[in-house]
């Protein structure tokens, strides 16, 4: 699923399949609600499998890496976070874009993140912050014992895939 090797230059634009929707909030005097998916509203093979919420220090990336098999479904509505995308499917009519997005607090967002598409995102605030993800997969599978679902990219000295 990984770019072709070689290949180190991107074009900005969308990506196919990856999705990025505004929280509708419901607000009142005790603050706001948001719904994050309902099961009625998505198709059976993208259905949440877990969820997870995670703090990054301000100043930290997170990647970049990328799923086989996992679509990754992320819920920015805290803080400020600089989310980068490139499209490494070799046979999608989006192959090669990359997008960037700023996002938080200030542009709450679900970011629906297809396999074999690399992500990564940094905390460009100055305090901790929360990011929640409903992905379709089980990390490390059922009881944990299974392989991990994902090539991470962050290590690589020769990655093409560059905050």
């Known amino acids: 699923m990984s770019v072709l090797p070689g290949h180190t230059s991107w074009t900005e634009g969308p990506i196919a399949g990856v999705e990025v929707t505004p929280f509708k909030a419901f607000s009142d005097e005790r603050g706001w609600l948001s719904e994050l998916f309902r099961s009625d509203e998505l198709p059976a093979s993208s259905m949440p499998a877990m969820g997870y919420l995670s703090s990054t220090r301000a100043g ?3 990647g ?3 799923h086989e098999e996992q679509t990754d479904r992320f819920a920015f509505f805290h803080g400020s976070y600089s989310v980068v995308m ?4 070799s046979d999608s009519a989006t192959f090669g874009n990359k997008t960037e997005l700023i996002v938080g607090a200030q542009n709450s967002v679900m970011i629906v993140i297809p396999p074999g598409v690399v992500h990564a995102y940094r905390n460009v605030g100055d305090q901790d ?3 929640l993800n409903l992905p379709d997969r089980l990390y490390a599978g059922n009881g944990k014992q299974e392989r991990i679902d994902e090539i991470r990219h962050e290590d690589d000295p020769d ?3 560059r905050f």
């Open 86 to 89: 490139w499209d490494a499917r």
């Open 129 to 131: 912050a929360f990011v």
């Open 159 to 161: 990655t093409p895939f």
């Open 60 to 62: 930290v990336a997170r």
């Open 64 to 66: 970049p890496h990328e």
